[in-house]
């Protein structure tokens, strides 16, 4: 696990990256932010009474110097703010509606990333997820040609690094969606040093069984394909022969990916996050995310259960990103 972050912080020392967390009065927020700062690999701004931020930080010994602090209740360019979010909105957002909105730390903060003031912004400790994804919906948007955002894991066990997708957002995937999931998760693949051989996976490999929900995994093959004709990818597989030689090699001998896969693609919301949860608690992988792929930004969302280590890690996790989106 160790060797996973030593990569990502050598990608980004330097690179000068601008991190937002809108909750910066929790006190895992604050001082993951701290750390962050000390170590010099991002700059973190932090949202909210300024007043209160300070106070906090002296309570837990977090220094405050090298980051930014912002008050949207205070903001001296609030209105160029508002004007941009109203135009960004396209006549769904009045102008009162914008300075309404804009004080909600999670808007505010998103719409600091839009305006190229930040290059990603981290959010969820005490926010739900509807909070953080909905004004990266919102304002961000999704990337050109992509319908849905989508949340990995990158399960890390000692030398081994899989990816594990969508375990986080979409509760029913059609093909398009799974297809695009694939894509994007190979890219996201590529960004940790994963060399990505992308699995599609069900409750049948090759044909074995014939339904609705296996159709839909071959039909996302063959989009994902048209996607990207490079990629290495292939289903639909059930989990073992996907991931073990001897069993690749019988359900599917002419497959291009026996038993070698790296990156899984599930069928379903359920499947994903049971599958990865299996793999933490049974197999002792530690899942790293989830991390938000398909938005012309990075903007990731923690658990509210998160530790300031989780903070600390997906921040990382969200400049590493900004590098390449």
């Known amino acids: 696990m160790a060797d996973l972050f030593v990569g990502i912080k050598e990608k980004i020392a330097g690179q000068d990256r601008k991190i937002v967390f809108p909750e910066a009065l929790d006190e895992r927020v604050l001082a993951a932010?701290?750390?962050?700062?000390?170590?010099?690999?991002?700059k973190p701004i932090l949202i909210g009474n300024i007043e209160a931020i300070q106070a906090k930080a002296k309570e837990h010994n977090v220094k405050l110097d090298q980051m930014e602090l912002y008050d949207p209740e205070n903001y001296a360019e609030f209105d160029e703010m508002v004007a941009a979010f109203v135009e960004r909105r396209k006549g769904k957002a009045t102008d009162a509606d914008a300075r309404k909105l804009l004080?909600?730390?999670?808007?505010?903060?998103?719409?600091?990333?839009?305006?190229?003031?930040?290059?990603?912004?981290?959010?969820?400790?005490v926010h739900s997820t509807a909070d953080t994804v909905r004004p990266a919906l919102q304002i961000v948007k999704m990337k050109p040609g992509l319908g849905k955002t989508s949340g990995v894991f990158i399960m890390v066990k000692d030398d081994e690094k899989f990816v594990f997708a969508d375990c986080a957002i979409n509760i029913a995937p059609n093909s398009q969606?799974?297809?695009?999931?694939?894509v994007e998760s190979a890219k996201t693949a590529a960004m940790f040093d994963i060399d990505p051989r992308v699995a599609m996976l069900s409750f049948s490999t090759k044909g074995s069984a014939v339904s609705d929900e296996t159709k839909k995994v071959s039909d996302a093959l063959e989009l994902?394909?048209?996607?990207?004709?490079?990629?290495?990818?292939?289903?639909?597989?059930?989990?073992?022969?996907?991931?073990?030689?001897?069993v690749a090699a019988k359900k599917a001998p002419d497959s291009p990916i026996q038993g070698d896969a790296n990156v899984f693609v599930f069928p379903s919301l359920e499947a994903g996050n049971i599958g990865y949860k299996i793999a933490q608690r049974?197999?002792?992988?530690?899942?790293?995310?989830?991390?938000?792929q398909g938005l012309n930004a990075p903007v990731n969302d923690l658990s509210r259960g998160c530790s300031e280590e989780d903070v600390y890690k997906l921040a990382l996790i969200t400049a590493l990103q900004?590098?390449?989106?």
């Open 322 to 325: 900004s590098l390449g989106a």
């Open 103 to 125: 004080l909600d730390e999670n808007y505010f903060g998103t719409m600091l990333v839009y305006m190229n003031k930040a290059h990603g912004l981290v959010s969820g400790a």
């Open 282 to 292: 049974l197999g002792g992988f530690e899942a790293v995310g989830p991390i938000l």
């Open 177 to 182: 969606d799974l297809a695009e999931i694939a």
């Open 224 to 246: 994902a394909k048209e996607i990207d004709p490079q990629l290495l990818i292939d289903g639909e597989f059930q989990f073992d022969a996907a991931i073990v030689p001897s």
């Open 33 to 42: 932010a701290g750390r962050l700062a000390e170590d010099g690999l991002v």
